[in-house]
């Protein structure tokens, strides 16, 4: 069945401060309006877009209402006048939102890194309406080593005159997705990099989320098993083999405590599978089928 290309919509959010608009991207297959599909929502990580989700959703979407945020402060999503509220409880907050907007009781989620880290979250509340669980790459216990090396870049803001520039910083700052052919490279960079009004490219994100970020690191490690052993549903756990966030250790620990994540690991990537390479797609596909 033939996708469509993805429909942007917004939806209004409040914060302590006032309202915000959150962008999404819908992937429906063509002809369809969605309203009797099961419904994927994928959230990325900490810099990243809802776009990086993009070979995943074009094959889920085939059989299903593929949703794809960009959370606040990134891609087109607007920014948040305080940035101590880029943070996990706004954005769970804001996801309950758009579930809301999507008007359906029952969701999977598929979250890399961040968005794993909300989607655990909201998956551990009482009447979660996410009832099949994707993790990449994140877990309750987070390795140091893997904090410090994205804190080195969070937030640094470069700018670029040319794209190509662009497409090999990414290369550089992202080496940990694992290897990428040219296409993969660029399917990583185009969404992710912006030009603007003075013709120069920059990061598509505020760089302001760096601030409680940052904070967060200088914290005494946080142990959230509380809150991934309160969730029930079916989970799968996907984890890059040479990952610097999540421990080979803590991940099998995962796959024995609380839902009992079932645990893929990819030979050659860091800290976190792209979703790209046909292989990974694989994985969340076949998991999904499972419950659907």
């Known amino acids: 069945m033939k996708v469509m290309t993805p429909v942007l919509h917004e939806v209004l959010c409040a914060s302590p401060i006032g309202l915000h608009q959150l962008a999404y991207w819908e992937w429906l297959p063509e002809g369809r309006s969605g309203a009797d599909l099961p419904v994927v929502v994928c959230v990325h990580g900490l810099?990243?877009?809802?776009?990086?989700?993009?070979?995943?959703?074009?094959?889920?979407?085939?059989?299903?209402?593929?949703?794809?945020?960009?959370?606040?402060?990134?891609?087109r999503s607007q920014w948040l006048g305080d940035p101590a509220l880029y943070a996990v409880p706004q954005y769970v907050a804001d996801c309950v939102t758009l579930i809301a907007r999507l008007d359906v009781e029952r969701i999977a989620w598929v979250g890399t890194s961040m968005g794993g880290l909300i989607g655990m979250s909201l998956a551990a509340l009482g009447g979660s309406p996410i009832t099949t669980l994707v993790l990449n790459d994140i877990g309750?216990?987070?390795?140091r080593a893997g904090l410090a090396r994205?804190?080195?870049?969070?937030?640094?803001?470069?700018?670029?005159?040319?794209?190509?520039?662009c497409v090999a910083y990414t290369r550089q700052s992202t080496a940990s997705f694992g290897p990428h052919d040219d296409e993969g490279w660029d399917v990583l960079s185009r969404h992710y990099w912006v030009q603007r009004s003075d013709g120069r490219w920059y990061a598509h994100y505020d760089p302001r989320i760096a601030e409680p970020f940052k904070a967060w690191v200088g914290q005494p490690a946080l142990?959230?098993?509380?809150?991934?052993?309160?969730?029930?549903?079916?989970?799968?756990?996907?984890?890059?083999?040479?990952s610097d966030l999540l421990t080979a250790e803590v991940a099998r620990a995962m796959s024995t405590r609380g839902p009992r994540a079932r645990l893929v690991e990819f030979s050659g990537v860091g800290?976190?599978?792209?979703?790209?390479?046909?292989?990974?797609?694989?994985?969340?596909?076949?998991?999904?089928?499972?419950?659907?």
Do not use: K
């Open 47 to 75: 810099t990243r877009n809802a776009r990086d989700f993009d070979r995943l959703a074009q094959r889920l979407a085939t059989r299903y209402r593929v949703i794809c945020p960009d959370m606040a402060g990134r891609g």
């Open 140 to 143: 309750p216990v987070i390795d």
């Open 150 to 165: 994205i804190g080195s870049y969070v937030g640094q803001a470069p700018s670029f005159e040319r794209y190509e520039d």
């Open 223 to 242: 142990d959230l098993w509380s809150i991934y052993e309160a969730v029930r549903c079916p989970t799968l756990l996907v984890r890059g083999a040479q």
């Open 271 to 292: 800290h976190a599978p792209s979703f790209i390479p046909t292989d990974q797609i694989d994985v969340v596909d076949h998991f999904l089928r499972e419950q659907f």
